[in-house]
């Protein structure tokens, strides 16, 4: 069959940067197995620290909600037994990335997988798309959506839909009998202007089921 999992994650954040003392505050995650969400994990994390009113603001998380949360080291090792060994995507991997290697490093964890990055993706197969944010590539190709942003589940959930109709559109309009992971991995990386050349060179060498 060629199908895989994969485990779809969002962070909500105090900020940008983990080399900046940022720390995580909220983890969502979904997992994907033969083109289905078969599983989600979510919880609210405890970095020991305040954050600011925007991103209270922001998020709708609070202070308060944070108090009340597990600490992160316990959220973070739950996570790792949830993640596994599966294939990583996030809508701009990087970022997500960053985090997630400083959260398990806390905990003397090391990711081994490598991420797809959706955000990548989409500015390949939606180059006229008004704007490739989560919420605007939502909104152009209609995925279902909880109408919840920025909190963590919610956007794991959407970067899902979004995945698997590029999955579903690759084999769909241009032709791929299969789409393995690298080859996502491999696609983020092309440039824009060669992305049909590229497409047809696969279809092309795909048998047609």
Known sequence: MGNYSVVVLDFETTGLSPDRGDRAIEIGAVLIRDNRIVDRFQSLMNPGMRITPFI??????????????????????????????????????????????????????????????????????????????????????????????????????????????????LKGVHRLERVPFDLMRKLAKVSKKKVPAFLESLAAVTPSS
């Open 56 to 169: 209270e603001n922001y998020t709708g998380i609070t202070n308060k909600m944070l108090a009340d949360a597990p600490p992160a080291a316990e959220v973070m090792a739950r996570f790792a037994s949830f993640m596994e060994s599966h294939h990583l995507v996030a809508h701009n991997a990087s970022f997500d990335g960053r985090f997630l290697d400083n959260e398990l490093c806390r905990i003397n964890l090391r990711r081994k997988q490598e991420f797809a990055c959706s955000l990548l993706l989409s500015r390949r197969l939606y180059p006229d798309a008004p704007s490739h944010s989560l919420e605007s590539l939502v909104r152009y190709k209609k995925l279902k959506t909880t109408g919840v942003h920025h909190r963590a589940l919610a956007d794991a959930e959407m970067t899902a839909h979004l995945w698997l109709t590029f999955i579903e559109e």
